[in-house]
């Protein structure tokens, strides 16, 4: 086993310069042409995969590109092309009524601020992060199960921190803020396909020797 890391300052060291090395240029896996079609993919996405939202998302758009053309739409008319993700109703109504008020509120297009983007129906403070990250190039972190459940498997963050936001403010605290867009991706795809929920493969992941389940009396959690 390798020498434990000291420190907080040097845990968080290590694992991002791993990943600033192994993934300088990373971005979403959801597929998307405007600002407004990232923001109905994210909506669509929780709960579900990115691989399912990229199959129904082209079929969707084609027929509501914009915030104008989805405003003009019913929710059933929306729940035609997303039947197969997760809860489409209700998805299908958030939808519809962002559209709407993006129209009414903004002239159809998203905005860049928090409160404005959280005032939207079917926008989460996870979503809304996603946004101005992607779309905007804030230093914000979006906070979904896997940054969730990564940031406390290496040790990122304490066991106090049992929400996302508190997960969010801890890890925002020590990464550097030019990271921090990269560095929900970074989280994200390690927890996607690396540290997965049920089976993680520790066998071929390169931040083993710094994973707190090595040291004695921890667990794996």
Aim: aromatic content about 6%; some cysteine.
């Amino acid at each position: 086993m390798k020498e434990k890391v000291k420190s907080k300052e040097e845990r968080y060291a290590q694992i991002l310069g791993y990943f600033r090395d192994q993934m300088p240029e990373v971005n979403t896996e959801l597929e998307f042409g405007s600002v407004f079609q990232l923001l109905v993919a994210v909506i669509l996405s929780a709960q579900c995969t990115d691989k399912r939202i990229n199959q129904v998302t082209p079929e969707l758009f084609s027929h509501y590109p914009d915030a104008r053309s989805m405003a003009t739409a019913e929710p059933e008319d929306v729940l035609e092309y997303i039947s197969s993700v997760s809860y489409p109703n209700a998805k299908a109504d958030h939808l519809v009524k962002m559209a709407r008020a993006l129209m009414e509120k903004h002239g159809g297009e998203v905005p860049s601020d928090m409160n404005q983007l959280l005032d939207l129906p079917g926008v989460g403070r996870k979503t809304a992060n996603v946004i101005q990250s992607v779309a905007f190039g804030k230093s914000t972190l979006a906070v979904d199960t896997h940054v969730f459940r990564v940031a406390h498997r290496l040790g990122l963050v304490s066991k106090g921190d049992n929400t996302p936001y508190k997960v969010e403010l801890e890890l925002t605290k020590y990464i550097p803020a030019d990271d921090i867009p990269r560095a929900h991706h970074w989280l994200l795809l390690h927890g996607r396909y690396v540290c997965t929920s049920r089976k993680p493969h520790c066998d071929r992941c390169e931040l083993s020797h710094l994973c707190p389940k090595l040291i004695e009396g921890s667990k794996l959690g």
